[in-house]
């Protein structure tokens, strides 16, 4: 096709731009959304870690020439205990000595001083952190004070802050990863949101009377785990079965489903609670606790620093963008979605293909769901309400099509994550919740109008180039 | 009436239209015929409002026109029917003709009014059709009609026909015709664009042919002596000429009859409803067995049984002499039997995605790696080797399929089951929308499918076509097989279509 003839070079590196630009809108809009929510958060930072620890105890090493004692200051906190333990290390062997150490209030650091006037024993400097230097007695011990100096950095772009951001939507991506699926077959599944507190109500509430309580073992606890989770795949199997041996439009199908499971997860919940203690519990419970500590791994746990959903999350992602993009399994869900008569015709056993996408919908909600059981210590059964609306909306960010056929799962997970970014930011700005609706609206509304305009483009490049 | 001036279109990296002047005079009927990709779209979308000229003048009705969208076009008296239909499924045909604006009194719909007006519109089309009955449950042809008589209901003082008779049967594609005459005689223009040249030749008072954007040809006709005479100064030959550009020495490939071997389908007593009634035939190794008919004959559905696509009610079919349980396209396709279906965008392919993943959908097996994995490099190897044979025009692998031309749409289709090593090719209207020079390129293939000694069973609404490329054809009237015309080559199409309108009967059905 001669498509570059007679178009200018600038013309071309134009078009080439905006095809970039168009094609990866998502990125793009992610990343100036990271740059919005930097410049708003850019505040002077005191961070209290080892490193910042380490600049104390250099600070003192620095200002001491000859050998001289040291009172370490800081909270009972675990962040606090890290800081201290760096400051005495980077001390460690050189002529400072540590006169003392207070874990506490300003009123225990009031005490040692007195301790150590009371000892005779020389107090030269005071090392501690930006807050506890400001305490009162720590001001008027009349010795030099050494805290780490303060900097400025977005809040906002602080490892904390990144990956609080991505840990508190990692159960919403997950589920968005299965909805991608049934989205690309022109489907929707409603029930993702009562299937999370189902798989979640079950794990617990087995783990509970099956599995031991207390005394359960890792073994059991997964086990259970694992039950919740194929529950939910079973409740998307379900579904599915509505959807294509009896041709019941998605939509009514798993609305059914959305309130059964959710009925489900309360007469459960109810129902272990009676057991729990006699007839005569009133209303429902909050949650199912789960006593076995190691069941709270999942949810709270992590790996080289990175919360354990953010890993599930990720693995989940890279295997069902394998699924996408490598299997047949990926080629027949985006055919199926494309054009479900031609893929029939084209001999794609459709039937099969659109129970594995829902069940697997299921599954993903199920994960979800026990990652939210784990968090929590325990399945609640109210879990999850409203979420297929916000995973609906992750999805379609992220730029799939309602129509099906078309989108990706990348797409998903940075629509997920442009979502969680918006809300970070709205939430560290003060915006309040009720006021961040309005917003989460326009952007639904602003990506679903995208998802319109685009066949329109296409379709003019298409006629451009023909 | 309408006259274009040096109109120029031109879009990135492609002159669409270049100075193109063409006239209209009232009471004409204007062909307009070319290659897909020749222009006359554009040509359309300028003259319909739906696009401006970059250079060149509009004048309609003597004044500078200049469309600002198409609703204003519309509103001047130019109406247009495209291929797509525009007709509201849900809705009865009745409302669907007055569905547009300006018909209601004061909001209020004048039903006895429509009524009457319904009656007359679909009268005069000849058209036998309930109003009230809703658009969803007409056959396609039957809407296209609907169509027509809806554009028809505005009085149009320029009549646009964009490819009209494309799923017509023969005798409605004739009222079609004659009302596209009446039109011009009752004082109107109209501007008729087909791949039909017979219709052209039938229609059409002069004929303007279009070649890469440019006017090649543009023929007056001499001064009508009547009626019944409306020659073309140029015959077929040289209007195909003229398209393309190159002169086609013969319009079909050669046929090979030393190759036909054994039978291989066999089909008996297929039945479906009253749709298709005790079907039975065979089509051997090397044949291409044609099925003649009407629209609505039962051809497709014979084909979409034999496919798996839909289910029988009774009969069997056999392929090299075993049974065959047909329940799913999948399966027919396992066995061998593959089909290109009569609706490629509709059915055939995956528009959203690219030429190389419809290729391989039906073919994921072959490239498979660890039972599941896709192996992109036998894939693409796989698809360049069909691309080079078939000459399939592609920017790259990756394009998608629904900017293609309809031949290397269909292309795709055939590379697709080419790779499958389909056993049986079902080709239901397999040059449908396809362009002059595509066309000879898709009847070659059809030959060489079945010079390779696989079977061939070829559903065309074109007569020419069944009987140029077929080694025999059966005629089907309303569910059955009336006739079977042994050699094609040497058959009067006349008789063909007489066994084909439940007119005639040839000797009985032979089973060989």
Known sequence: MPEDVGESAAGRWRRRLLDLLGRNLSVVVLALLCLISSAATWREQNPITSRSGGAVARQVLEACPAPCSVLVVARDTEADMVFARAIEEGLEGSRVRIAGRVFGQPREVRLELERLAGTGASLDAIATHRIASEWGPVRTAGVPVFSPGSYHWPTFLTARNLLNVVNQNADIAIIALGMTLVILTAGIDLSVGSLLALAGVIAAVTAQEWFGGAAASPAGLLAAMLLGVVAAALGGLLSGTMVTAFRVPPFVATLGLMMLARGLALILAVGHQRRLVGGGAEGTPEAVRVDASVFAWLGNGAVLGVPNPIVLMLVLFVAAHLLMTRTMFGRYVYAVGGNVEAARLSGVPVTAVLLAVYCLCGAFAGLAGIVDASRFEGGRPNAGELYELQVIAAVVVGGASLAGGRGRVAGTLIGAMIIAVIQNGLNIAGVASYEQKVVFGALILAAVLLDRLQPKIASRRARMTR | ?512
């Open chain 2, 1 to 512: 009436m309408l006259a274009l001036h040096r109109i120029s279109k031109s879009y990135p990296g492609v002159d669409a239209l270049r100075g193109v002047s063409l006239a209209v005079g009232a009471g004409e009927v204007l062909g307009l015929v070319g290659e897909n990709g020749a222009g006359k779209s554009t040509l359309i979308r300028i003259v319909s409002g739906a696009e401006r000229p970059d250079r060149g003048r509009i004048e309609f009705e003597g004044e500078a026109a200049a469309f600002a969208s198409p609703a204003d076009a519309r509103d001047r008296g130019i109406a247009v029917i495209h291929q797509e239909l525009s007709l509201v499924p849900q809705l009865s045909v009745r409302e669907n003709l007055f569905l547009g604006a300006g018909w209601s009194r004061r909001g209020i719909v004048r039903r006895r009014w429509e009524e009457r007006e319904a009656r007359r519109l679909l009268d005069l089309l000849e058209l036998d059709i309930d109003p009230d009955a809703r658009c969803s449950e007409l056959s396609l042809g039957a809407r296209q009609a609907v169509e027509i008589a809806k554009a028809l209901a505005l009085e149009p003082r320029l009549l646009i026909l964009d490819e009209p008779t494309a799923a017509l049967s023969p005798r409605e594609a004739r009222a079609l015709l004659r009302q596209v005459r009446g039109v011009a005689c009752r004082g109107a223009a109209a501007i008729y664009i087909s791949h039909r040249l017979e219709e052209i030749e039938a229609v059409a008072d002069r004929v303007a042919v279009l070649r890469d954007g440019e006017l090649v040809h543009g023929i007056d006709r001499h001064e009508p002596a009547g009626e019944g005479d409306r020659r073309l100064p140029l015959d077929r030959d040289e209007l195909i000429e003229a398209m393309v550009g190159r002169s086609l020495s013969t319009e079909f490939p050669p046929r090979f009859p030393q190759a036909i071997g054994e039978p291989r389908l066999e089909v008996r007593g297929l039945s479906a409803g009253r749709r298709v009634r005790d079907v039975s035939f065979d089509i051997r190794r090397g044949e291409v067995l044609g099925l003649a008919g009407l629209v609505g004959a039962g051809r497709t559905e014979v084909a979409r049984m034999i496919s798996g696509a839909v289910a029988s009610d009774g009969g069997e079919v056999r392929l090299d002499g075993r049974r065959l349980d047909l329940r799913s396209p999948r399966q027919a396709i396992r066995s061998g039997i593959c089909l290109l279906p009569e609706d490629r965008r509709g059915e055939g392919l995956v528009l959203s995605r690219s030429a190389r993943d419809n290729f391989a959908l039906p073919n994921l097996d072959r490239f498979r790696r660890w039972r599941t994995l896709v192996d992109r490099r036998r894939e693409g190897q796989a698809f360049s080797r069909w691309r080079e044979q078939l000459d399939i025009r592609l920017a790259r692998p990756g394009q998608r399929v629904a900017t293609l031309s309809g031949g290397n749409q269909q292309k795709v289709v055939i590379a697709r089951w080419l790779e499958r090593g389909a056993r049986v090719v079902l080709c239901d209207e397999p040059t449908r929308g396809i362009d002059v020079g595509a066309r000879y390129e898709i009847y070659e293939w059809i030959r060489r499918i079945a010079s390779e000694g696989k079977s061939v069973l070829l559903i065309s609404s074109e007569l020419e076509e069944v009987l140029g490329l077929s080694d025999r054809v059966l005629v089907m009237h309303e569910g059955r097989i009336r006739g079977e015309i042994p050699d094609p080559a040497s058959a009067d199409p006349a008789g063909v279509l007489r066994i084909a309108a439940g007119i005639d009967r040839s000797e009985e059905p032979s089973v060989a």
